[in-house]
């Protein structure tokens, strides 16, 4: 199994929709795209799969899609 690291992101607001955080963080080309990700059950909130696009991150959580996570700060 190949060591996955963990990166920052930060986001100016105290939230960001999932949908738009996967596409801050280049894990989407568009919306369509993360919505297709979220749908498959690809994307993981916090260890756990979420499947709302509209899911509201906030500053800690750590966000999952394969091997590559984000956690969110704010600025």
Known sequence: MANSETFPIQIRDESIRLGQLLKLASFAD???????LIE???VKVN???ETRRGAQIRKGDTVSLGGDSIT???A
């Open 30 to 36: 568009d919306g369509f795209h993360a919505k297709q």
């Open 40 to 42: 498959d059950g690809l």
């Open 47 to 49: 260890g756990a799969i």
């Open 72 to 74: 969110v700060e704010t």
